[in-house]
Every structure is written in structure tokens, then in C-alpha cells.
């Protein structure tokens, strides 16, 4: 590694070294420092300067404006993206205005901001016009591809926002944000200088690069342009390491809270008046479903507390579709979901996994817990221990799968509904996983549908539902 290291950073020296020769050459055969100021003329430029006063003091000026320039441009193209993609209709309203902004060219700005506002404040309205047409509409694409299957898995799991965020929004966006932040970066300066040019603000890099121009001094327009170039750099190196740090922190994960509305209701659920049962449980009454084929009609189920019940349908019968409308998030045709109170807890273990691929295994269970301890004693009979902390994508399908289920057993609730637990599982780790799924089912009602029954046994006390036509 170290030795890699080493050869990249001899081949950019050598590069950087040719540049400089070819520099050092043409001023040679040029011959007047009007024109071409050699490299060696343009360092002692440089250095004079850094003596001087002023010379800080317009590094920091510069610095100053078109940083915040470039924040509030990133700051304000973030919230906007994310007000416009809560309310649509705000977005067809914005977008046309930010996107005249992205295409009028910056000299019609700058004119018409020495016009309104004078010089001061010109090259940090000009940095923000610059970034924040790109940051909104690529923060606003990166929302728009947020998985809504991991949005439904965080409902079900009545995750936090915070966790909704930083475990689902976040990895969204990343490809997004970094893509307009590189392009918009080098960009700022770019045209933050060139507004200081114009507007000739006291103490900026723009006013220094007019002066010299005036004097002809060549040299002192390339030391300052030198200045520009290193502060563009180091600043986006600074910008981008902090981004980095930003999209590889963990945040802490606090334990679901209680909703003040069944996260999971749906138009199809309401509290049953009848609560004459002991325990919580689910009843659906004369469903209906039709989608490319009618899947079930007429069909009911009743799933009390400490019940398990199977649905073992070919594939393709709707087993899936059920379990949906029994959690609420998906309506039939016709036909009702009744629950025995109104803010039943619900845990679900999809047909998907529908993990956070960049979380750990056991970050991704201790998501819907809020305690480590519980989420790595379930983990440990379904994974090895050398797996916990690897992130989700690195895994296998069977080892995602195991992952998924020890998340809906781990999760606190009162019903508990499994999809195809067995999937892409040997036998050996079926088994493992059904024994898993007894110890921890509780006194929870528990509906799972699998056409693959566990292996090498019925289960005691299986009662299967019969689909109906």
C-alpha cells in the first residue's frame, strides 16, 4: 500500500514538474514578463505579496464571502428540495424559477446585483446562485429515489425520524449531494472571483487580479490566480472531508415510540367494539382482492394472541397480498380488518428483506429495539457472531434473510406477521431459524406465510388457512 502511495504521488510530481518545464520554456522563448511571466517570477510575486498587510487580509475576505456563499446556497438548496418533495405542488410552483436561475448566465446576475445591492455583498449572492439550482435538484432526485419499501418498513417499525433519516434518507442522497457538491464547488470560486473582478470590492482577490491587470503586471496576476486555485482546492478538500465523516457516522439509534395512530391502520382497520377475547388479535372479515387475477374472495381469518396460523398457498395466491391488507398497508377490494384495540404494535418480516445495506446487522435489529443487548442475543442464534458488524450488503441472501427475521423478532408488538422466513435457507439453518421463531414469538399472535413448512416436521398446533376463491 505504502509503496502504491509513493508511486502516485512521484507520478503527480513529475506531471506537476513537466507543466512547470513547459511554463519555464515558453516564457524563455517569449522573452517579455508583459506577457508571459515565467514560474519563477511568478513565486517571487507570490512571496512579496505574502509579506504585505493586505495580502492575508484579502485571502480571509475572499475566503469569508465565498463560503458563505456556497453554505447558504447548499444549506438553502437542501430545505427547499425537502419542503418541495413533502409538497408537490410547491415543487411545480419552484422548480421553473430555480430552474431560470440555473440557465440566465451569471453576468446578468452580476449586473443586476451591482444595480440593486452594490459591490459588498456581490460575490456571495453570485457563489450562492451558483450552487443552489445544482444542490436543489439533485437533492430533490435523490429524494424522489428513496426505496418507498424501506419508507413502508420504517411505518411498520414506527422507526424515528432521526433513524428514518440517517438509515434510509442519507444513503439516498449520498450519490446525489456528493455529484452537485464536486461540480458546484469549483464552480463557487470560480465565479465568486469573477464577481469580484467586476464589483471590486475592498480587500478581495478580485480587486488584487484588476490591479495587476492595470499595472500589467502578468506575474502578479498569475500569483493571484495561484492563490485562487490553492484556496479552491484546500477548501474542497476541507468541504469534502467533512461530508465524508457526515455520511460514514453512525447515529445513535433511540428505541421506537409508541404512535399516536396506528402506524399501520389503513382505511381497512378500526378499533373492534367486541373485546370480549383475552390478548390482542386480528380479524378480517370477507375479504376481497383482485389484481391481474382474483387472488381470494370471501375469505376470513382470526388470529388471536399466542396463535400461530400458516398460509401455505402456492405461489402466486396472494399470501403476500394478505399479509399486507392485514397490516394495512395495502386496501381489498371489499371486506373489513378489525383489531381487538386500536394501537396495536405490528412486526413484519417481508418478502423482501429490506434492510439498511450500509448498517451492521446488529444496527439494523437494534433500529427497532433500541437496545443492543437484545438485538445481538437474537442475532446470535440465527447468525455468526462474526457477522454482526458487517454492513447488510456485504452479506449473503440466506444471511440477509436471517438478519430480516431476527429484526421482526426482536421488534416489541403484539401481532407478528412472517413472509416467507425459510427462503433461501438450507435445512440445517431452516430449522435453526423456526426454533428461533418459537423461542421468541411470546405470547404474540403470529401469521406466517410459506408455502416451505420447516423442515423435516409439522408444527405442533399448525392450523392453516384455506384459500378461498
Not at 495587476?212 to 484546500?234: E, N, P, R
Not at 404512535?259 to 377475547?277: F, I, L, V
Amino acid at each position: 500500500m505504502n509503496g502504491d502511495k509513493t508511486k502516485r504521488f512521484l507520478k503527480k510530481a513529475a506531471v506537476i514538474l513537466f507543466w512547470l518545464a513547459a511554463w519555464q520554456v515558453f516564457a524563455m522563448a517569449v522573452r517579455n514578463p508583459f506577457l508571459a511571466a515565467s514560474p519563477v517570477e511568478t513565486f517571487q510575486a507570490l512571496v512579496s505579496d505574502m509579506g504585505k498587510s493586505f495580502f492575508w487580509r484579502t485571502v480571509l475576505a475572499s475566503l469569508a464571502r465565498i463560503s458563505i456563499g456556497f453554505f447558504l446556497g447548499l444549506i438553502l438548496g437542501i430545505l427547499a428540495a425537502a419542503v418541495n418533495h413533502r409538497f408537490p405542488v410547491l415543487e411545480e410552483i419552484v422548480s421553473p424559477v430555480i430552474s431560470l436561475v440555473k440557465t440566465v448566465p451569471v453576468v446578468c446576475f452580476v449586473v443586476l446585483l451591482l444595480i440593486w445591492q452594490g459591490p459588498s455583498f456581490l460575490s456571495v449572492a453570485v457563489s450562492f446562485l451558483i450552487v443552489f439550482p445544482g444542490v436543489y435538484f439533485s437533492v430533490l432526485e435523490g429524494l424522489k429515489a428513496v426505496d418507498p419499501k424501506m419508507l413502508e418498513m420504517a411505518k411498520i417499525f414506527r422507526l424515528p425520524g432521526k433513524t428514518v433519516f440517517f438509515y434510509i434518507y442519507r444513503p439516498a442522497l449520498k450519490p446525489f449531494l456528493l455529484g452537485s457538491m464536486k461540480s458546484s464547488l469549483g464552480m463557487a470560486w470560480k465565479s465568486g472571483v469573477a464577481a469580484e473582478v467586476i464589483g471590486l470590492p475592498d480587500y478581495s482577490i478580485g480587486e488584487r487580479i484588476y490591479l495587476s491587470k492595470i499595472y500589467l503586471d502578468t506575474a502578479g496576476i498569475l500569483a493571484w490566480t495561484a492563490v485562487t486555485v490553492c484556496l479552491s482546492l484546500l477548501f474542497e478538500k476541507a468541504v469534502l472531508k467533512l461530508v465524508e465523516i457526515f455520511f460514514e457516522w453512525n447515529a445513535e439509534c433511540r428505541a421506537p415510540a409508541g404512535p399516536n395512530e396506528p402506524a399501520w391502520g389503513g382505511a381497512a382497520a378500526r378499533a373492534d367494539s367486541d373485546k370480549g377475547g383475552s390478548g390482542y388479535g386480528v380479524a378480517a372479515v370477507d375479504l376481497e382482492k383482485t389484481t391481474d387475477k382474483m387472488l381470494f374472495s370471501g375469505l376470513s381469518i382470526k388470529l388471536s394472541a399466542g396463535e400461530t396460523r400458516w398460509l401455505t398457498w402456492p405461489s402466486g395466491e396472494g399470501k403476500t397480498t394478505l399479509l399486507r391488507i392485514l397490516a394495512g398497508v395495502e386496501r381489498p377490494d371489499r371486506g373489513d380488518v378489525r383489531y381487538d384495540r386500536e394501537r396495536l404494535f405490528l412486526s413484519m418480516l417481508f418478502q423482501e428483506d429490506r434492510l439498511c445495506e450500509d448498517a451492521s446487522a446488529r444496527r439494523n435489529v437494534r433500529m427497532v429495539t433500541g437496545d443492543w443487548e437484545r438485538a445481538e442475543e437474537i442475532l446470535k442464534e440465527l447468525l455468526d457472531e462474526s457477522l454482526l458488524e458487517k454492513p447488510c450488503r456485504l452479506l449473503s441472501g440466506g444471511e440477509k434473510r436471517r438478519t430480516a427475521l431476527a429484526r421482526a423478532l426482536a421488534a416489541e408488538s403484539d401481532l407478528l406477521f412472517l413472509d416467507e422466513p425459510f427462503a433461501g435457507l438450507d435445512e440445517e439453518t431452516a430449522q435453526k431459524a423456526w426454533r428461533a421463531i418459537q423461542k421468541w414469538q411470546g405470547s404474540r399472535a403470529l401469521l406466517i406465510a410459506s408455502h416451505i413448512l420447516p423442515p423435516g416436521q409439522e408444527p405442533s398446533g399448525m392450523q392453516k388457512v384455506r384459500l378461498v376463491r
